[in-house]
């Protein structure tokens, strides 16, 4: 079992950064490939970003891209989501989830097994 807690979230203003953690317990996280995903009010959920278990791969979904930056550090079971110039349209509940290495695809969140709890993004105007 992995256990996955976010952090990070919280109200800003349009154009400010923010960055999201998120802590794995219970089995080390180098087996798996790590996703961001996020959720609006009255909205699917969607793909942020993922990074493969050693970091060398990552990708983006369109609206994330020279935005947001994701990372991993292993040897502490972390994984972040660096988000800058933010907009009032990122506002969401955004999502550790974790994915046994090769399952599936990165940007379907049905490859994920386990999920944290989320933590709550507020852009403002």
């Known amino acids: 079992q992995v256990q996955l807690v976010e952090s990070g979230g919280g109200l800003v203003q349009a154009g400010d950064s923010l960055r999201l953690s998120c802590v794995a317990s219970g089995r080390f996280l180098s087996n798996y490939g790590m996703g961001w995903f996020r959720q609006a009010p009255g909205k699917e959920r969607e793909f942020v970003a993922a990074?493969?278990?050693?970091?060398?791969?990552?990708y983006y979904a369109d609206f994330a891209k020279g935005r947001f930056t994701i990372s991993r550090d292993n040897a502490n079971n972390l994984v972040y989501l660096q988000m800058n110039s933010l907009k009032p349209e990122d506002t969401a509940v955004y999502y550790c989830?974790?994915?046994?290495?090769?399952?599936?695809?990165?940007?379907?969140?049905?490859?994920?097994?386990?999920w944290g709890q989320g933590t709550q993004v507020t852009v403002s105007s």
């Open positions: 990074i493969s278990w050693r970091g060398i791969n990552t």
């Open positions: 989830a974790a994915r046994p290495s090769g399952s599936g695809s990165y940007a379907n969140s049905d490859s994920y097994d386990y």
